[in-house]
């Protein structure tokens, strides 16, 4: 049977050619029509953006905001780094001509043939006095550093034994990092009348120094004041925050506030009358009613601070924001007072925000102070764990986030209605017991989160970390119930002499200069907990 030959898919010559030149025509009349088309358009193609669909939008614009911020303050930092650098090459041509004026005035003068030398010598070597110079400033720098050194020394051995939380934004060491916020801190307390200390609702204790209390209370005489405000108080049941708040009135005048408004599909308790609005109008009366009362021809300086990450800053933005504007300082994030973050180390130096004549506040850098648990020793692990559990740390500098979901998962095991809740965050069914709780727990969530490595295998650490972000943000619940007193302790307190002084009457005292009775933001009794989804 003859093959019947198969036709070439093969052109012409003559046909390739026409369709090239037909091709190479149109875009001449393309070209031809563009450029007698008034309207401009961009070779550029535009991004089309982020889609409104896209579940993570305001995450992402969140990110993308937080990274712009980032660069800005990173080049402000440059910028101002270079001015010091130039500064400092400046500086020891004008400081030679004092010293040899002073030289002059103590030595014999010179005749004309001396000073002839000494101006042939400085123009053969001109060197020679920048380099003097510029020894001896390394020499007051060097003294400078043991002088810090020695403070240091002081401060961890006295009452301000601080130590600050690394920051994204402060490329230098911890150690220099420690020392800058310690001096902002200590300007704070000199320089303020009153004292906010922001505690963080859902562990008021764990976020409190009774070191720091002690050393306020004894500024000045005792002449300064210290308000206790508990932030975030949206993330606990209104039970809860009325219990935290009789047993923090025992110590210092103490007013709830909910300074900003929660993170996206937070789980939050609706407490009625208690608003981002109501709560900082009441702080923000007390704090004029002292200044009106003091009488005093300057303004009143009022010192923000705490822990990072428990408010501070946004607490200013909550003051700032009743009276319809930003203070005086100016910041880019959305034309508040000052910038605030998810993350730690947002606020790296001190700010003073002006609210009126007579009335200022000063925010300053979070520092993680001694903690509060007195007497009780425990490992540089377990700390690390309890500080990234109150979101001191950033993020990005945490090295093993394992023990942290460890030590959650331990304080929420104590209630079964708290387990059931997490376990219905990432839809898990109930955890084994029989082995590892935490090894277990963080699998399934790599599994529902997508938190997978090469080969389908979890990735634990990612895990970990994408459960800390749920329990910062407020999507998990959890909170650390206030201690009980009895019967017997109450009245051993009450007849003991504490060492400063009797709470109690401070505590009426100064809720007097406030005009504090009224203000406390008390629901009523047997207020039932509504659920924010």
């Known amino acids: ?64 905001e937080e990274k712009r911020r980032l660069k800005e303050e990173e080049f402000v930092r440059k910028r101002d780094e270079a001015k010091v650098r130039k500064g400092m090459l400046e500086a020891p041509l004008d400081e030679d001509v004092p010293d040899a004026a002073e030289a002059d005035s103590v030595e014999e003068p010179l005749n004309k043939e001396e000073m002839d030398e000494d101006l042939d010598d400085e123009s053969a070597n001109p060197m020679a006095a920048l380099l003097a110079s510029a020894k001896a400033r390394a020499a007051d720098y060097e003294e400078e550093s043991e002088d810090d050194d020695e403070m240091d020394e002081d401060v961890s051995e006295g009452d301000l034994g601080v130590d600050s939380t690394p920051t994204t934004s402060i490329p230098h060491s911890l150690e220099s990092s420690r020392r800058a916020f310690d001096k902002v801190f200590k300007n704070v307390l ?13 562990d008021p204790n764990g976020t409190r120094s009774r070191d720091i209390e002690r050393q306020i209370t004894a500024l000045d005489g005792g002449s300064k004041r210290l308000i206790l405000i508990l932030n975030k108080i949206d993330l606990v049941p209104p039970p809860v925050l009325k219990n935290w708040l009789t047993h923090l009135r025992r110590y210092f005048p103490t007013l709830p506030l909910r300074a900003s408004n929660p993170a996206p599909n ?133 090295s093993d986030p394992i023990p942290a979901v460890s030590l959650l998962l331990r304080r929420l095991s104590s209630s079964k209605e708290s387990m059931a809740k997490l376990m219905d965050v990432y839809g898990l069914p109930p955890l084994m017991t029989a082995g590892e709780a935490t090894t277990d727990f963080l699998v399934q969530v790599a599994r529902k989160r997508g938190r997978l490595g090469k080969g389908g295998v979890p990735n634990i650490n990612s895990a970990a970390i994408t ?46 200069e406030f005009k504090l009775e009224g203000l406390w933001g008390d629901g009523p009794e047997g207020g039932e907990e509504v659920m924010q989804e």
Not at 488 to 497: F, H, I, T, V, Y
């Open 190 to 202: 000199s320089s303020a009348d009153i004292l906010l200390y922001v505690l963080d609702a859902r």
């Open 266 to 398: 937070a789980r939050t308790f609706d407490h009625k009358a208690l608003t981002v609005k109501g709560t900082s109008e009441t702080l923000l009366r007390a704090l004029k009613t002292y200044a009106s009362g003091r009488q005093l021809k300057r303004s009143i300086s009022v010192g923000v601070v705490g822990y990072p990450n428990v408010g501070k800053s946004s607490v200013i933005n909550a003051l700032t924001s009743r009276l319809g504007g930003s203070g005086n300082a100016g910041s880019r994030n959305n034309g508040t007072a000052c910038p605030v973050g998810a993350e730690a180390g947002v606020t790296t130096a001190l700010r003073e925000v002006k609210i009126d004549n007579k009335l200022k506040l000063l925010d300053s850098p979070g520092i993680v102070f001694p903690s509060a648990a007195e007497g009780e020793k425990t490992s540089r692990r377990d700390e690390q764990a309890r500080l990234i559990l109150l979101n001191a740390i950033p993020p990005k500098q945490i």
């Open 467 to 512: 459960v800390l972000m749920d329990w910062r943000d407020g999507r998990i619940q959890g909170w650390v119930d206030a201690p009980v007193i009895g019967v017997a302790d109450a009245n051993k307190r009450d007849g003991a002499a504490d060492e400063n002084g009797d709470r109690k009457e401070i505590v009426k005292e100064w809720a007097e």
């Open 1 to 64: 049977m003859v093959k019947i030959k198969q036709k070439s898919k093969r052109t012409p010559v003559r046909l390739r050619h026409k369709i090239a030149k037909a091709g190479a025509a149109k875009q001449r009349k393309q070209r031809k029509e563009a450029k007698n088309n008034p309207e401009w358009r961009s070779r550029l193609k535009k991004d089309p953006g982020i889609p409104n669909l896209f579940p993570y939008k305001d995450r992402i614009l969140h990110d993308i």
